[in-house]
Each structure stands twice: as C-alpha cells, then as structure tokens.
C-alpha cells in the first residue's frame, strides 16, 4: 500500500516571511459574506486535481458549520474576473493561525501565481489579532512545487508524518 509524507510547517516571527513580489493580474478580495457553498465550491475546484477528498462527504450542515464560523476567513484570488484560487486562515487557540487550504486552480497554475498568492496569505494571517505563529500542512499528493514554495516564503518544516494512502 502506498504511504502518503504529510509535511507540517511552521512560521513563528512575522520577520520570517520572504515575500515574493506581487503578480500582475492578480486581485485578492476576502470574503465578507460568509456561504459554505463558495467554500466547498473552491475547495472542488483547486483540490480536485490534488486528491483533497476528507471533505467531500460532508453534508451542507458540516460544510456551514465549517466555512461559516466566526474564526474562518476566506479570501479569493481572482484574474481578470475568474476565481484563480484561494485560502482560507482559521484562527486557533494560542495565537495559532492555521493555512487550512491554499491553491490555485488548474488553468493558473505555472503563471507565477503561487508564491504571491502565498505571501498575501502569510501577510494577513500575521495580521489577524494576536497571532504568534502561522502553520500550515501539505502532503506528497499536492503539487511538486508546493513544499518548496512554503519553505521559499520562510515556513521551516516541524513535522513529517507519513500514512498510508487509503484510495
């Protein structure tokens, strides 16, 4: 059976972020209205192409309870008009902010989007009140690229776990 390595990384002084200069074309907007039908849409349209399936038998109670409580913030990346990705920060005990999901769409992908989308989610979790660290997970299912690009942005990793792979 194959394993799956889940990386888990962390960010504990706002000085660590290595920002990636800000890509044309690319326009941040964080929701304000809350709809668990937009989440689960953003979390099909980036994830379906990385196996993000943990969340797919959820019943719409479990999604609105998830996207629509109050320490979950969403903000969606958009390129001339078309959602391009998304993340979403959940504010935790401790002054813990959690990059729950992050990603772009498949078509925006290879276009230098990636690490300033990623700057601008490091950026506004170190804005949210008190936080003392940012963490995020990613796994050997994501993108090729996506480990690097956190550890680019100045995450270090903490933990590997590695699972098996259940599909």
Request: hydrophobic fraction near 40%; glycine fraction near 8%; aromatic fraction near 14%.
């Amino acid at each position: 059976m194959p394993e799956i390595s889940i990386f888990n990384l962390e960010m504990t002084d706002r000085s660590q972020l290595n920002a990636k200069p800000q890509s044309n074309g690319l326009t941040l907007i964080q929701t304000k209205v809350k709809q668990f039908e937009f989440n689960r849409f953003l979390y099909q349209f980036v994830g379906a192409a990385w196996e993000w399936t943990d969340k797919l038998a959820w019943t719409d109670n479990q999604w609105q309870a998830y996207s629509e409580a109050e320490n979950l913030h969403l903000y969606v990346a958009y390129v001339e008009g078309a959602p391009a990705g998304y993340f979403e920060l959940q504010q935790q005990e401790a002054g813990n902010v959690e990059i729950m999901y992050f990603g772009l769409g498949e078509r925006f992908i290879g276009k230098g989007f990636g690490g300033d989308l990623l700057t601008q989610a490091i950026e506004h979790a170190w804005a949210l009140p008190n936080t003392q660290r940012v963490w995020v997970h990613t796994c050997s299912l994501d993108h090729p690229s996506a480990l690097h690009n956190y550890q680019a942005r100045g995450f270090t990793l903490f933990r590997t776990d590695i699972e098996p792979q259940t599909n």
